[in-house]
């Protein structure tokens, strides 16, 4: 499976990516999904606050990365060091 991890915003507006393959079952995904997702309204949050999503499959989810369980976190530490600028 391929995720990709995409922060967006922060004092300097900048988006930044990483993708990395992951080999979770659908369950396992779904579980990790339930555990981190964010409904956060956009809209609300100030300039300088970053946001994170996640994208597999075409599908892009609002995540929050201080809910990371244990068994996920070297995944995420590994896209979170690989994240670089996209030009928009």
Do not use: H
């Not at 990395?20 to 809209?43: A, C, H, P």
């Not at 075409?58 to 929050?64: A, K």
Request: aromatic share 6%.
């Amino acid at each position: 499976m391929k995720i990709k991890l995409q922060r967006l915003g922060g004092l300097l507006p900048v988006t930044r990516e990483a993708t990395t393959e992951v080999d979770w079952t659908d369950g396992e995904f779904q579980q990790l999904l339930k555990s981190i997702r964010s409904e956060e309204d956009k809209d609300t949050l100030s300039r300088d606050v970053t946001c994170d999503y996640l994208e597999v499959g075409g599908e892009v989810f609002q995540v929050n990365l201080n809910k990371i369980p244990a068994k996920y976190k070297v995944s995420f530490e590994k896209l979170k060091e690989g994240l670089k600028p996209v030009k928009s």
